[in-house]
């Protein structure tokens, strides 16, 4: 099964294109999970498990935010890779790394995420140049999302800015990706990072790669709407894949012992805002 393949049954299945985003912080779990363990690592697993096990029905996917996982030291890619093992198989398994450097690393970064982590996609940082995305393309099963214009202000400082073609450098991104998404040598999806506060930049973007799927982030804690994502795509045929993740994974009060219920109906919530963006 090829990635869209597999991304177009994840959102079938459900009818949600909703993916929650795994940023786990041992200081703002519940209480309950904080009290039963010992350590932070085993608290963040049953934490990240509850979550996937009680939100199945609003998600096509989960992922997890490398960054989390490895600040936990020695253990946290054990728990990183445990917690990609829960997730179902007929779920998009992201790994958010933002990987990003030259042909023989980069393929030892594609073998870790994908032959060893078992992950469908991994985002990456494309600003080394298109050679630095082929090595985790060498698979049909598999995807990157690669960072064209992403939803932090910083994005000011280098996406946003203009080429002499007047063209901004997150346009020229994902033209070079559209480009080379019909390359002999690529058998794998290119998807675009597109930020969820910027959707009055956006079009431009999104105009110079037809058809590729969008992962954007900065929904809820962020500042960006889930309307104004919705109206943005209706004028594409790009697959959204909106991502959230402390809206919904943090959506309790600590010491509420039946937390899980808050973290459902957020993850509910949100499905249905973004039903109009299922394709």
């Keep these: 099964m090829t990635f869209p393949e597999k991304l177009k049954k994840a959102l079938d299945q459900t009818g949600s294109s909703l993916m ?14 904080q009290k039963q363990v010992a350590s932070e690592t085993e608290a963040v697993r049953i934490f990240c498990q509850d979550i996937i096990e009680h939100t199945l029905d609003s998600a096509c996917g989960y992922k997890l935010n490398l960054a989390f996982f490895e600040a936990l030291g020695d253990d946290g890619l054990e728990v990183f890779h445990e917690v990609c ?11 958010d790394a933002k990987r990003g450097d030259i042909g023989n690393t980069a393929a030892m970064y594609a073998t870790a995420f994908f032959d060893r982590f078992g992950c469908d996609a991994v ?17 049909e099963t598999k995807s990157v999302f690669a960072l064209a214009l992403t939803s932090n202000p910083g994005a000011a400082d280098l996406l946003l800015q203009k080429l002499e073609n007047g063209k901004t450098v997150a346009v020229h991104l994902a033209s070079e ?3 080379l998404q019909q390359s002999e040598e690529v058998k794998g999806t290119i998807g675009m990072v597109t930020g969820a506060t910027q959707t009055d930049k956006l079009r431009d973007v999104i105009a110079a ?11 809820g804690s962020q500042g960006g709407a889930p309307e104004a994502v919705v109206s943005l795509m209706k004028d594409f045929d790009n697959q959204g894949i909106p991502v959230i993740s402390r809206s919904i994974i943090y959506a309790f009060e600590q010491d509420d012992p039946h937390w899980v219920r808050s973290v459902q109906k957020a993850a ?7 039903a109009g963006l299922v394709r």
Excluded at 26 to 33: A, E, G, M, R
Excluded at 268 to 274: I, N, Q
Aim: aromatic share 8%; hydrophobic share 50%; charged share 15%.
């Design 123 to 139: 985002t990456v940082n494309p600003l080394m140049g298109m050679e630095t995305l082929l090595p985790f393309l060498q698979d």
């Design 268 to 274: 509910r919530s949100y499905s249905e805002e973004f």
């Design 177 to 179: 990706m559209a480009t």
């Design 209 to 219: 790669f037809p058809g590729a799927p969008l992962l954007i982030p900065g929904i």
């Design 20 to 33: 929650i985003g795994l940023d786990p912080v041992f200081t703002k779990l519940p209480v309950k999970i």
């Design 85 to 95: 093992s829960i997730i179902p198989d007929d779920k998009i398994v992201l790994a």
